[in-house]
């Protein structure tokens, strides 16, 4: 047997990687804490990974430890052979390719940890390999080992590399970000060891203030592989590892279409949709079948402020969803929230059509007048273009408007899946 010991591996990318890369099966494990005597006095298994929280635990069942475990004292990767077991650190490796193909230099820099869990020792292992200058790790709370955000502001906003250890925007928190990224004056990189969102509301943070961001995907991939190869022997390519880094981002990453009203989304998603064989969302129609009113109902009955507020619960319960076009209501773009929500797994596409060319219409209480519609145009125009990863224009052939779109995107989707 192969696979995965953890508590809780619901959301776990494992089973996904080694048997894209392997012809072996691979399990998931959950298992109490007080039934891991019985797990390594059977030891019922080829080899196994090991996740949170049992890294530290493990170590006392095995008969051989690397000298990374030892150094970073904590065992990610147990090999079984003939009863021996031997264990092993691969997140040492998973951190040092994410920063090798990024190309983050470490050495002579000052670095920021957000967090000091299970993944922390063998990254400052890498830091310290790589010639660190100075680290700090950050937490909420003051301890004997970290310091607070409070104290990080007042000393160290000099610092040049922050790196994301902890699960601060980790699905399904993915609009969590504690840190304040403007109050830095020299930071020239910003890594997030967090795979799902790919963009964390903290790497959305870092990318406004153009600087370099980098998310764990290839990490997780990465660590993956030095373990199958502790595993087997087998060695993997580089390019095989590219290849399911994009094949992961690509099967979470939503198409999310935002723009006037009357713009086309919604047509445009439902041909998009069709297209690429992806499930499809509006958020207007969410609204209206949550609420069984129309959204001029709503928003003449209970005032706009109520409707907004709907309709930002709605854009959370879909930022969740995954490999999905979402069209979105035309003032969804008012709320940063929602934008941080529907950024994390997803490309925006602003649909721009001349105001000329924009119907008015009764059922729109915000638009119902041509000047009406002139004025929203004008709050809103700059926030589509701020908010958007592209735009594609939509004043002649809806058809061609489509096309350019799944171009623009770029994603090759897997429809079997």
């Given amino acids: 047997m192969y696979g995965l010991l953890g508590k809780k591996l619901g959301h776990s990318y494992s089973k996904i990687i080694h048997e894209f890369f ?4 691979y399990d998931l494990i959950e298992i109490e804490f007080e039934q891991l005597d019985e797990f390594f006095k059977q030891k019922n298994f080829k080899a196994v990974n090991v996740t949170i929280p049992y890294k530290q635990d493990v170590i ?3 008969d051989y430890v690397d000298d990374l475990v030892k150094r970073i004292g904590a065992c990610n990767s147990i090999v079984n052979i003939d009863g021996k077991l031997f264990g092993y650190n691969s997140d040492y490796y998973g ?9 983050i230099d470490i050495n002579n820099q000052n670095v920021i940890i957000l967090g000091n869990g299970g993944a922390t020792k063998a990254i400052e292992c890498v830091l310290n390999d790589l010639n660190v200058k100075n680290i700090i790790k950050v937490k909420p709370n003051l301890s004997d080992e970290t310091i607070t955000y409070p104290q990080c502001y007042e000393n160290y906003c000099d610092y040049d590399i922050i790196i994301n250890t902890s699960g601060m925007g980790m699905y399904p928190n993915i609009n969590q970000n504690d840190l304040d990224l403007t109050r830095f004056t020299k930071i020239k990189a910003v890594v997030d060891t967090v795979y799902n969102p790919i963009r964390t509301k903290l790497i959305m943070d870092a990318d406004e203030l153009n600087i370099k961001t980098v998310n764990g995907t290839l990490m997780l991939v990465a660590q993956a592989v030095q373990a199958i190869n502790h595993f087997n022997g087998q060695i993997i390519s580089d390019k095989k590892v590219e290849n399911l880094v994009k094949k992961l981002e690509n099967d979470k990453l939503n198409i999310v279409l935002i723009g006037m009203p009357s713009c086309g989304k919604s047509l445009i998603g439902k041909k998009i949709a069709n297209k690429l064989k992806l499930d499809y969302y509006d958020s207007d129609q969410l609204i209206e079948d949550k609420t069984q009113l ?7 009955g209970h005032g706009i402020q109520y409707f907004r507020n709907i309709e930002t619960n709605i854009i959370k319960d879909i930022s969740l969803v995954n490999k999905s ?3 979105t209501g035309g003032g969804v773009i008012l709320n940063s929230d929602n934008i941080a929500l529907l950024k994390g797994n997803g490309i925006l596409v602003f649909i721009d059509r001349d105001l000329d060319k924009l119907m008015v219409t009764n059922d729109r209480l915000l638009s119902n007048t041509a000047d009406k519609l002139k004025q929203l145009y004008d709050q809103r125009i700059d926030l589509y273009k701020k908010y958007s990863d592209f735009i594609v224009s939509n ?3 809806i058809d061609d408007c ?4 799944i171009e623009k995107v770029g994603i090759v989707y897997d429809n079997n899946n």
Avoid: E, P, R
């Fill in 325 to 327: 076009l979402i069209s």
């Fill in 395 to 397: 004043n002649d052939n």
């Fill in 60 to 62: 006392k069942y095995l």
């Fill in 22 to 25: 392997c012809d072996y099966q």
């Fill in 294 to 300: 129309t959204c001029a109902d709503i928003i003449q």
């Fill in 402 to 405: 489509v096309n350019k779109i």
């Fill in 95 to 103: 951190f040092m390719q994410l920063l090798n193909v990024n190309k």
